[in-house]
Each structure stands twice: as structure tokens, then as C-alpha cells.
Nanobody, 125 residues
Framework: QLQLVESGGGLVQPGGSLRLSCAAS????????IGWFRQAPGKEREGVSW???????FYANSVKARFTISRDNAKNTVYLQMNRLNPEDTAVYYC???????????????????WGQGTQVTVSS
């Protein structure tokens, strides 16, 4: 059974960078598309980025040109490189998996059957 574990969160100053990792176990990631989501205090969880098994990617408008999603199937891991962070990026970040055959909008959270526990990202001076 697929399990996901996020890591790499922390406290960073505005303008700084972090790289989040989403490590999978129990199954190989190449059968799944992976999404990154985040939830800020008092706000709904929102989609950040997505990558499918072929490397196709999508980004929320708020993170385009600052965040880069990638995957290393050999390591069974998906990464989210976050640059030029600002306080509005403060949130708990989650990765989630859905079967690669699902074609619904990548932001539809109902289609993701496996979620990690989340990692906190705090952007503050």
C-alpha cells in the first residue's frame, strides 16, 4: 500500500528557498501522478503543483516561475523546489497521489487517495 512522507519544511526568510521531498514507500511512484497542496491557517487547502508519470507539470498561478516540481522515479521521490519565498507561502504542505489514469483536473483533491502527513513551511523575517 502506497504511503507518502513529506520532509524539508522549516523556517526561512523572505526571498529564501526550500526544497520539499515527498518520499513514497509500499509502491512505485511511476504508477501515480503526484500533487503538492498547501493549507495556510484559516484558509482552505489549495493546489500548488502537479506532475504526472510522464513529467507533465502544472502550477498554481501564485507559484509559477518560483516553484519547480520534479520527480525521481528511481528514488521513488517527488520534489518541490521553492524559490523566492514570501510570507504568503507560509502553510502546511502536503503531497498526494492519484492513479496516473485519472484525467480530472489536477486540483480536484477528491481524486487523490493517498496523502502524506504534511510539512510546515514558515516564511518570516
Amino acid at each position: 500500500q502506497l504511503q507518502l512522507v513529506e520532509s524539508g519544511g522549516g523556517l526561512v526568510q523572505p526571498g529564501g528557498s526550500l526544497r520539499l521531498s515527498c518520499a513514497a514507500s509500499g509502491a512505485t511512484l511511476d504508477a501515480y501522478a503526484i500533487g503538492w497542496f498547501r493549507q495556510a491557517p484559516g484558509k482552505e487547502r489549495e493546489g500548488v503543483s502537479w506532475i504526472n508519470s510522464n513529467g507533465l507539470t502544472f502550477y498554481a498561478n501564485s507559484v509559477k516561475a518560483r516553484f519547480t516540481i520534479s520527480r525521481d522515479n528511481a528514488k521513488n521521490t517527488v520534489y518541490l523546489q521553492m524559490n523566492r519565498l514570501n510570507p504568503e507561502d507560509t502553510a502546511v504542505y502536503y503531497c498526494a497521489a492519484r492513479p496516473r489514469t485519472v484525467v480530472d483536473a489536477w486540483t480536484d483533491q477528491r481524486r487523490y487517495g493517498v496523502w502524506g502527513q504534511g510539512t510546515q513551511v514558515t516564511v518570516s523575517s
